[in-house]
């Protein structure tokens, strides 16, 4: 999607042609993505991520990097003579959201819902994880949610009907 930032192209400059592909995906992120990276930076100094805070920010977002990826990333955007003020915390965050991969992302989602020892998300497993996450859904609801996504109807909710389900949404 963002290929070939350095060359130019249309006449345009390679930053402000990369300004341009950013100013686009800052549009096309829902409103949580845009919240969850604002809430990310706020929970640090209000002067900013300090170059030694990036990683955690980052997993705050679901984004576990090795000490070598965050290094890269902070010599890109040569940010080792301060902290991160919100715009490159959020091209950092933009890079990051493009290289990620919705099937894998979807598979792992899949797994931590199945019951163990299945390859199925049933209504046990889906109460269970309500229960860790704090989430307040009572049984009727918990049931709805699997025969809406169990095309099957053997009261349990298979990987391609998760995906399915997933898709129609437009969570993934």
């Given at each position: 999607m963002r290929g070939n930032r350095g060359a130019k192209q249309n006449g345009k400059e390679p930053e402000k042609k990369e300004k341009n592909e950013q100013q686009?995906?800052?549009?096309e992120l829902t409103e949580e993505q845009k919240r969850e990276i604002k809430d990310a930076f706020s929970s640090f100094e209000d002067s900013g991520i300090l170059p030694e805070e990036l990683k955690s920010a980052m997993q705050a977002l679901g984004f576990d990097q090795k000490n070598q990826e965050v290094q890269k990333i902070l010599d890109k955007i040569d940010s080792q003579k301060g902290p991160l003020n919100y715009n490159q915390?959020?091209?950092?965050?933009?890079?990051?959201?493009?290289?990620?991969d919705p099937q894998s992302e979807l598979q792992k989602a899949f797994k931590v819902l199945c019951e163990e020892g299945t390859e199925k998300i049933t209504f046990k497993s889906l109460s269970k994880i309500c229960g860790d996450l704090g989430e307040k859904i009572n049984e009727e609801e918990l049931q709805e949610m699997i025969n809406?996504?169990?095309?099957?109807?053997?009261?349990?909710?298979g990987e391609e009907d998760f995906f399915k389900m997933m898709q129609k949404t437009g969570m993934f």
């Open positions: 686009k995906i800052k549009n915390f959020l091209d950092v965050m933009l890079d990051k959201e493009d290289e990620r809406e996504a169990d095309k099957d109807q053997d009261e349990e909710v």
